[in-house]
């Protein structure tokens, strides 16, 4: 898809700073292997999960080129499957913090804590 065709597209392309993206990897089969195919160099935000099928199906993070982003955008469905970021801060600071977002507290239940 071409980028007067996508105002999404034109707009990541037009930015001045680098584009970060984050793809939901339960929308594809093997969405690493799709992305290594057409030369786009991601990681998974789920950096400390064990489970190989919930590591594949869970969010993948790319610094993206120009080129990059006209690459990601011909895989059908990406529009719906990816969460873009541009701005001026740098790759490990943006992937740091979606990092953090993905993190998730479970407190034990209340009766854990009562005293026997």
Same mark, same amino acid.
């Given at each position: 898809m071409s980028a007067p065709d996508n105002p999404l597209l034109a707009a990541l392309l037009?930015? &001045?700073? &680098? !584009?970060?993206a !984050?793809?939901?990897g339960a929308k594809? &089969?093997?969405?690493p292997a799709l992305l290594g195919k057409l030369n786009i160099v991601a990681r998974s935000l789920f !950096?400390?999960?064990s489970d190989p099928a919930m590591r594949l199906a869970g969010p993948w993070f790319a610094r993206l080129d120009q080129q990059g982003c006209k690459?990601?955008?011909?895989?059908? $469905?990406i529009a719906d499957a990816a969460v873009f970021w541009t701005g001026p801060a740098e790759e490990e600071q943006v992937f740091r913090h979606? /990092? $953090?977002?993905?993190m998730v507290n479970? &407190? /034990?239940p209340a009766e854990e804590w009562l005293p026997v």
């Open positions: 037009a930015s &001045p700073w &680098p !584009v970060h !984050v793809m939901d594809y &089969p093997d969405l !950096v400390e999960q690459t990601l955008f011909e895989i059908e $469905g979606l /990092r $953090g977002l993905n479970i &407190p /034990r």
